[in-house]
């Protein structure tokens, strides 16, 4: 280990208490730590953040770190200042005084770190500021927020790179993101102006989250039975402000401790909501996606979509705010297909220019809550990971399926799509479905579809039966969907495989699957899963005591004292002396110093089991 990175190693005890690295940490610091700008995709939870704030703590100088809310440079900066780390943020959120004695303190070099808006990079007074300090490092979080192909393109990003290059001297630049697809990484190197950057990619796979789909048309019932058999925080997530007001209102009535949260409350409103649930005042928070970006509560136990949201991308970045302590959580969507009337509905109120690749998009999301196949695949894979992963902990791994020969079905709608095709028409699966099950109407007639060999061949199966055949089809790459709002299908060269060369075709089916679903419950089944904790459940809540007193005190979120993690790992290690304490995963010299005396008279106060 060369000498910067034996300086980040003691950074990384000293103030945020961990002893190793995990996977990327260490080499996007060591390129930034040489100079070198970088550009790492890690996993919600992953620990992105060190991989700016360690280089920041060790270069001379100052590091701004670009970031899309307020909400996240506040968490992010309380939890730096606890660890005893020089940090303030500039934002609309500082009153004028406040902001004049910030600007103070950064002239005056007290802060090695700023947290600042984009929109705010090329404001003169602090443009002017910027252009005589001494910045060693840009930091650029949430980096997909560049890319018009990312789910939260801020166009004052675009300005990054501008603002850069009007300093005194060009700062390294690392960008960090959780949810980039290929292409949108392409764009954040093309448009942050990376200069010859090192890149990594860790991987998606979260694997304490439990990911689960139900098929369900009546959801609250479900909900209900899930909070009532599930402590600790959670986030219910919903497509509409009208359905957070609904279910936030009904939750309220049957006693559940839940607040709203969205884009049409007031700035106060909304303000308070957050801070009832990351001061742990409110167990649940019912929201749109106007939640959420960036909030570092490391504590939440689940998150439940109440609706499908429009892409991959925003479900993987909202579901992954669960257990970002590495502790177990739950990410479970209730799915209808009523939720996709809604995405096409909001899709159609964004811009024009955008409409065909969010049509793109919301299909690949309905794919993954009608897939069969594994749902942590489905996502890696959807990421470009194609790398083998060992799941059991999706609802689909861990229900009894079994494989259902279809080949015939397949046959059925391959021949029927192929009979249209030949006459240089195509249609959507709502036509085709009609044709097959001989549902006639004035559309078919008027256009002799009711005329084909293939009418009424599939007159004895239902519209989901045949819409997971024609899925599978579609996944395998034996018909082809258009890419504009109508999607209409084509047979490809591959359907002569099964239509002429005898080759099989199958789906999973759940066995003993209730075809309706809508009393269904939401099951969190026990797991396999390494990340259980044996614990004493006195003990735990001992210290949850100890770390709410704290918090309190402080005027703190929980998480910023300890994760339940570090108080999982305390319970498991059981120290005793502060030299045992020190080794608990996120206890730091400076923590040990402000708060190891509380936890270990805690600690004491228990019989230590003999240690094997």
């Known amino acids: 280990m060369n000498g910067t990175m034996v300086s980040a190693q003691k950074v990384l005890k000293q103030y ?18 040489d100079g070198r700008d970088a550009l790492g995709v890690m996993p919600t ?23 899309p809310l307020i909400s996240l440079m506040r968490d992010q900066v309380q939890a730096l ?3 005893g780390v020089s940090a303030a943020y500039i934002n609309s959120s500082l009153t004028f005084s406040q902001w004049l004695k910030a600007m103070s303190n950064a002239k005056a070099g007290r802060y090695k770190i700023i947290y600042i808006a984009p929109e705010r990079l090329l404001n003169e007074d602090f443009l002017e500021f910027a252009q005589g300090a001494d910045i060693s490092l840009i930091a650029v979080d949430e ?93 219910i997530y919903c497509s509409s402000r009208k359905t957070v007001e609904q279910v936030t209102d009904k939750l309220r009535a049957d006693g559940f401790q839940a607040v709203k949260y969205h884009a049409g409350m007031e700035d106060g409103d909304r303000g308070r909501a957050q801070d009832d649930f990351l ?75 955008t409409r065909t ?27 470009g990971e194609t790398r083998p992963v060992i799941c059991d902990n999706c609802s689909n791994c861990r229900s009894e399926s079994a494989d259902m020969d279809v080949t015939v079905p397949a046959q059925k709608i391959l021949s029927c799509i192929s009979r249209i095709n030949r006459f240089g028409r195509q249609y959507g699966f709502g036509v085709i479905s009609k044709i097959l099950q001989g549902k006639a109407d004035e559309y078919l007639s008027m256009r002799g579809l009711d005329k084909l060999p293939t009418f009424g061949v599939m007159g004895g199966e239902s ?72 614990i004493d459940p006195d003990m735990l809540g001992k210290l949850k005591e100890v770390r709410r007193r704290i918090a309190d005190e402080n005027r703190v979120p929980a998480f910023v004292v300890f994760s339940d993690a570090a108080l999982q790992d305390m319970c498991r290690k059981h120290p005793l002396t502060d030299r045992e304490f020190l080794e608990v995963a996120g206890v730091g010299e400076v923590k040990l110093k402000r708060y190891g005396n509380q936890f270990l008279e805690a600690l004491q106060s228990f019989p230590r089991k003999d240690k094997k």
């Open 463 to 534: 519209t989901d039966f045949i819409r997971s055949v024609f899925d599978m089809l579609k996944k395998h790459g034996y018909i082809l969907l258009t890419d504009d709002n109508y999607q209409t299908v084509s047979v490809t060269g591959k359907a002569q495989e099964i239509l002429l060369n005898g080759k099989k075709a199958s789906i999973k089916v759940k066995r003993a699957e209730q075809p309706d679903g809508s009393r269904a419950e939401i099951r969190r089944q026990p797991r396999k899963n390494i990340l259980q904790f044996e």
């Open 16 to 33: 945020f208490g961990y002893d190793s690295f995990r996977e990327g940490q260490a080499e996007v610091i060591s390129a930034v730590l």
């Open 45 to 67: 939870g992953a620990g992105k953040s060190l991989c700016f704030q360690i280089p920041a703590i060790i270069l001379p100088g100052m590091t701004f770190i670009i970031s």
């Open 143 to 235: 980096a997909h927020c560049v890319s018009q192909w990312g789910h939260d393109f801020r166009p004052s990003y675009l300005d990054i790179p501008l603002f850069a290059s009007k300093l005194r001297s060009r700062p390294i630049i690392c960008a960090l993101t959780a949810t980039a697809t290929p292409k949108v990484r392409w764009d954040i190197l093309d448009k942050l102006g990376l200069n010859n950057p090192y890149s990594i990619t860790t991987g998606f796979n979260r694997p304490n989250l439990y990911l689960e789909v139900k098929n369900i048309t009546h959801k609250y019932e479900p909900l209900t039975q899930y909070l009532a058999k599930n402590n600790g925080s959670g986030i």
């Open 279 to 353: 001061y742990d005042r409110a167990r649940l928070i019912v929201a749109t996606n106007a939640f959420g970006l960036g909030i570092d509560k490391s504590d939440v136990r689940f998150v439940i979509h109440y609706n499908m949201p429009k892409n991959i991308e925003s479900y993987y970045q909202e579901a992954g705010r669960a257990g970002r302590d590495g502790a177990p959580a739950d990410c479970v969507l209730l799915y209808s297909r009523g939720d996709i009337s809604t995405a096409r509905y909001l899709i159609d109120q964004g811009s024009p220019e």
């Open 81 to 83: 200042v606890t660890n």
């Open 357 to 383: 690749r969010d049509y793109i998009l919301l299909r690949e999301m309905v794919s993954y809550c009608e897939t069969g196949e594994c749902l942590r695949e489905f996502i890696l894979r959807y990421f």
